[in-house]
Every structure is written in C-alpha cells, then in structure tokens.
C-alpha cells in the first residue's frame, strides 16, 4: 500500500491515513520502550510478531461477539484499522499481582487475586499515565457512567478470551490493558476494542516454569524479547514452530 499521511505516532506504532474515510493504516514499530520511555531500544523483528499477534487476538475476538477496530491485516508489519475516538484511558484487568499493583499493595508477585480487579488510568505520558477512580473519570467527562459499565464489560470478556487462549497453551494471563474506542452510527454510540493486544500489552508467564513472556523480559533484562515474544507466537499457532532443519538430498 502506498505510504499516506501520517497521522500520529507513538512509542511503539504509527497512524497514517487509510485508503477510505473512516479507515486508518496502523504500523507497528521495533522500537521497546518501558519505565514512561526511560529505557529506549530497537529490538529487530518486534513489530512484525506484534502485528501478527494483534491480528490473531483480535480476529478471535470478532468472532465470540467482541467489536474491535481491526479489520484485516494489510502485510507483516501493517494493519487496516477503523477509525475511532479514543477514550483517554487505559483499562487494565488483573489476574495475578504484578507490576505496580504489588508494589502498591505489598503483594507478593504472582499472588491470584480474589477475582479479575479492573483499574483505569489516564492516558498522559507527561503524567506518567497515572491511576485513577471512577469518579476521577466521571468528574472530568472523560467517559460517562454507562461508558464506564460498558468498558468494564468489555475488558472482562476479553480477559476470559485471553485466559483461555493462553491456558490452551500452558500461558498464565497475569494482567493486560487495553485502549477503547468510540464509533459513532448516526447519534448512536458504540465501544469497541482499540490499540492492540500484544505481548507488549499483556503480562504472560508459562506456567509450568513462570518464564515470563513478555514486555518485563526488556524491563528487567531478562534475554531476549524477540524469543518470548516468538515463543508466545509459536505456541499459538501464529508462527510455525521451527523444525529440525533437513539436510537437502540429491536425487538421482
């Protein structure tokens, strides 16, 4: 497709016009970021596991009832997107403590959480997306009470998707976030899945071994985020699992 406008960009992808109104082009980058952007690395081959691996969960998604924004892939690093507003929050659902809500809490990681806790936090880089409460939410017209009972809906059904893809496959779900978007039909409102759902959004741990599989593999420095993220792939089907190579025979 030829390259169009840029509309946005951020840490890990960018937006370029789509080819029809209403339709953007989402590109996802190799660059890794962590910590608000204070750890900054280009990690060769990222963006081409993570396109595929949004386009495998959000294909899944669409076909157990849940909207998103995808709408097909366009090539290994591209994909067709609809066009939506963007609620500015980002919605978490835990499984499992991890991250910053053990530290807050005093957790040990990996402790399984009575039920799935959804949290939300303002999207704001220059805040460092900071955490907030529904009232936070409702006071400042970022999304409506009905929104909000409409995104926590929404991000359960995508944790009980997730939960049982990645249980199939011997992965723990810890935690994921994700972006929601509005569309609009005429004066009716919609709420779709939005961003992407990756390993750069997901916390995932095998779980015979707790070998994490994810974005914490660059946090921490624990080897290489190509492999995990291959892994991740490979298991589900998204990449073929390598085999031993053969040796070519001549025949006769």
Same mark, same amino acid.
């Given at each position: 497709?030829?390259?169009?406008?840029?509309? @946005?960009?951020?840490?890990? /992808?960018?937006? %370029?016009?789509?080819?029809?109104?209403?339709?953007?082009?989402? @590109?996802?980058?190799?660059?890794?970021?962590?910590?608000?952007?204070?750890?900054?690395?280009?990690?060769?081959?990222?963006?081409?596991?993570?396109?595929?691996?949004?386009?495998?969960?959000?294909?899944?998604?669409?076909?157990?009832?849940?909207?998103?924004?995808?709408?097909? #892939?366009?090539?290994?690093?591209?994909?067709?997107?609809?066009?939506?507003?963007?609620?500015?929050?980002?919605?978490?659902?835990?499984? !499992?403590?991890?991250?910053?809500?053990?530290?807050?809490? =005093?957790?040990?990681?990996?402790?399984?959480?009575? #039920?799935?806790?959804?949290?939300?936090? %303002?999207?704001?880089?220059?805040?460092?997306?900071?955490?907030?409460?529904?009232?936070?939410?409702?006071?400042?017209?970022?999304?409506?009470?009905?929104?909000?009972?409409?995104?926590?809906?929404?991000?359960? !059904?995508?944790?009980?998707?997730?939960?049982?893809?990645?249980?199939?496959? =011997?992965? /723990?779900?810890?935690?994921?976030?994700?972006?929601? =978007? #509005?569309?609009?039909? =005429?004066? @009716?409102?919609?709420?779709?899945?939005?961003?992407?759902?990756?390993?750069?959004?997901?916390?995932?741990?095998?779980?015979?071994?707790?070998?994490?599989?994810?974005?914490?593999?660059? #946090?921490?420095?624990?080897?290489?985020?190509?492999?995990? @993220?291959?892994?991740?792939?490979?298991?589900?089907?998204?990449?073929?699992?390598?085999?031993?190579?053969?040796?070519?025979?001549?025949?006769?």
């Amino acid at each position: 497709m030829a390259r169009r406008k840029k509309v @946005y960009e951020g840490k890990a /992808k960018i937006l %370029y016009e789509g080819p029809e109104p209403g339709t953007l082009v989402q @590109y996802f980058k190799d660059d890794a970021t962590a910590f608000n952007a204070q750890k900054k690395d280009v990690i060769e081959g990222k963006g081409v596991l993570n396109n595929r691996l949004s386009e495998f969960f959000m294909d899944g998604l669409a076909a157990i009832g849940v909207p998103t924004h995808f709408i097909r #892939r366009i090539n290994m690093r591209e994909q067709l997107i609809r066009a939506v507003e963007i609620i500015p929050l980002e919605v978490i659902v835990r499984n !499992r403590a991890a991250g910053s809500l053990a530290k807050r809490l =005093g957790l040990e990681e990996g402790t399984a959480l009575p #039920r799935p806790i959804v949290e939300f936090c %303002y999207k704001d880089d220059g805040l460092g997306d900071p955490l907030v409460t529904e009232e936070h939410i409702i006071a400042f017209g970022w999304a409506s009470q009905q929104d909000l009972d409409d995104m926590i809906a929404l991000a359960l !059904r995508v944790n009980d998707f997730l939960s049982g893809v990645m249980h199939g496959v =011997g992965i /723990k779900l810890i935690d994921f976030k994700i972006e929601i =978007g #509005r569309v609009w039909d =005429g004066d @009716y409102q919609r709420l779709i899945v939005a961003d992407e759902i990756s390993p750069d959004s997901c916390r995932l741990w095998d779980v015979k071994t707790g070998q994490k599989l994810d974005k914490d593999v660059f #946090r921490q420095d624990l080897g290489s985020l190509t492999d995990a @993220y291959s892994e991740v792939a490979k298991r589900l089907g998204v990449l073929p699992v390598q085999a031993t190579p053969i040796k070519p025979t001549l025949i006769n």
